[in-house]
């Protein structure tokens, strides 16, 4: 992603770059993340990006298939973020850890554009855009998926108990609700302690 955060400059950036769409992408995201999807006009995008209004009607027919489209591009790296935890040479259990820790991390004090846009978007488009709800939902089965495979990779090597009353499906979801909720609240609250609170239970849960 573009270092050039929507908060670094009012001002619209001299030159356009060769990836267009890829620019436009970044600079939304990092709009949108910031402000939410419907506080954020095409103008802004625009300004913002330095991009003339015919590109971005080039790339994208509408602010929805935008929006729909910076979900699923932050999806596809999110899922290269868990490829390579998973590519590395630490138990199941470690891998879960891991990336509960960067949730945990990242979540706290405050809200910046790397790391809430699935956090504020979950609770805005809902009821606002189907298709962005779709590409939400996706997203979300992809990282539930994902922590299931490697909690049953913890079973397989020990390093995750398992209980004898639920599947491994089930318990990925029941941590990712947890952890999503929790962003939520803590946002409202304006406090760590709901973080606190899930990282306290999936630790104990994954046998740390």
């Not at 996706?138 to 108990?161: C, F, H, M, R």
Request: glycine share 6%; hydrophobic share 40%.
């Amino acid at each position: 992603m573009s270092k050039t955060t929507a908060s670094s400059s009012s001002e619209p950036l001299s030159t356009t770059p060769a990836d267009t769409k890829a620019h436009l992408l970044a600079i939304g995201y990092q709009l949108i993340a910031q402000k939410g999807f419907t506080a954020v006009g095409i103008k802004q995008i625009l300004d913002t990006a330095g991009v003339p209004k015919g590109s971005f009607y080039h790339y994208f027919a509408s602010k929805e298939a935008f929006g729909e489209a910076i979900i699923n591009h932050y999806f596809t790296k999110y899922k290269n973020r868990l490829e390579a935890i998973n590519a590395q040479d630490i138990s199941a259990q470690q891998k879960l850890y891991n990336y509960f820790q960067n949730w945990y991390d990242t979540q706290q004090n405050g809200c910046d554009h790397e790391k809430c846009l699935v956090v504020k978007l979950s609770a805005e488009v809902a009821d606002l855009s189907e298709p962005m709800r779709k590409a939400l939902h996706a997203g979300y089965g992809q990282t539930i998926n994902w922590l299931a495979e490697q909690i049953k990779a913890g079973w397989a090597d020990s390093s995750v108990p398992q209980p004898g009353n639920i599947a491994a499906e089930s318990m990925a979801k029941r941590w990712y609700f947890a952890w999503l909720g929790a962003s939520l609240i803590a946002k409202i609250s304006q406090t760590n302690t709901p973080l606190a609170e899930v990282w306290q239970m999936t630790t104990t849960e994954m046998g740390r």
